[in-house]
């Protein structure tokens, strides 16, 4: 839980604490593309992570990564605090199925509020004044955002609280691929009130043993052309990845 001006930040995080034995295998998401057969154009459809409403806009099988688009959350109010219809979307809620989690390493949570009508100085690094940023956790599989406005200053303080509202019309909150977001003054809200989908990494493995172990039980899943490769998605815990051989490429 965050408090960046008057904005609560709720933030709610799920690990995976055991895997199970179950294979979820993410091919028919990635891969999948439907056509209109009554149409002389093929046009392609989004394509979800199976089972759950998560648009993938990237893969990388080499890498065991899918890229993902989940809308931020985010909230604008008119100056005297009240919701503008229409415009906020005050929760963000990511579940991934297993074997999958949110990148520890790609990804960052940022949580910030506009403030492109200010006439005071616009701060130019996302360090807590308007903007925050942090690092996740590894083995994360639900993130829940909740944006709630207080009232903090108090009716004695309507002033305060009428600059409050004027100074940040907007606030947001989100995870976003590392790469993909770097704070800038003047720049980033209005990049976000035009984009509220923000890539997002996510990892998968095959299964929740060591190559070894499932190479001697020859219960591996990787195949013809494939090896085995040791993947951890959750610290602590083991699992593997498919891998092609040299000279192959394709889907492991």
């Known amino acids: 839980?965050?408090?960046?001006?008057?904005?609560?930040?709720i933030?709610?995080?799920?690990?995976?604490?055991?895997?199970?034995?179950a294979i979820f295998t993410p091919i028919a998401a990635v891969t999948a593309v439907t056509s209109d057969p009554n149409s002389t154009s093929h046009a392609t459809k989004p394509t979800y992570l199976t089972r759950y409403n998560v648009i993938i806009t990237n893969f990388s099988f080499d890498e065991a990564e899918l890229q993902i688009a989940p809308a931020a959350a985010y909230s604008c109010h008119d100056?005297?605090?009240?919701?503008i219809p229409n415009n906020s979307n005050t929760?963000?809620?990511?579940m991934l199925p297993?074997?999958?989690t949110i990148s520890e390493t790609k990804n960052k949570f940022v949580a910030a509020c506009d403030n492109l009508t200010s006439n005071n100085k616009v701060p130019y690094t996302c360090s807590g004044v308007a903007c925050t940023e942090s690092g996740l956790v590894g083995g994360l599989i639900t993130f829940e955002i909740i944006l709630s406005y207080l009232n903090r200053f108090g009716e004695q303080n309507r002033?305060?609280?009428?600059w409050f509202y004027e100074e940040y019309p907007c606030s947001y909150a989100f995870l976003v691929e590392d790469s993909k977001f770097t704070y800038a003054p003047n720049t980033s809200f209005q990049q976000l009130s035009n984009n509220k989908q923000l890539p997002v990494v996510i990892n998968w493995q095959v299964g929740d043993e060591p190559c070894d172990v499932v190479e001697k039980s020859?219960?591996?899943?990787?195949?013809?052309?494939?090896k085995c490769v040791d993947r951890s998605i959750v610290p602590g815990k083991p699992g593997y990845i498919c891998k092609c051989l040299d000279g192959y490429h394709g889907n492991p």
């Open 1 to 9: 839980m965050a408090l960046l001006g008057s904005m609560l930040i």
């Open 91 to 94: 929760v963000y809620y990511l």
């Open 218 to 226: 020859n219960n591996s899943s990787c195949k013809g052309n494939s």
């Open 98 to 100: 297993p074997l999958y």
């Open 79 to 83: 100056a005297r605090g009240n919701a």
């Open 159 to 162: 002033n305060e609280t009428k």
């Open 11 to 21: 933030v709610q995080l799920s690990m995976v604490v055991l895997l199970g034995a």
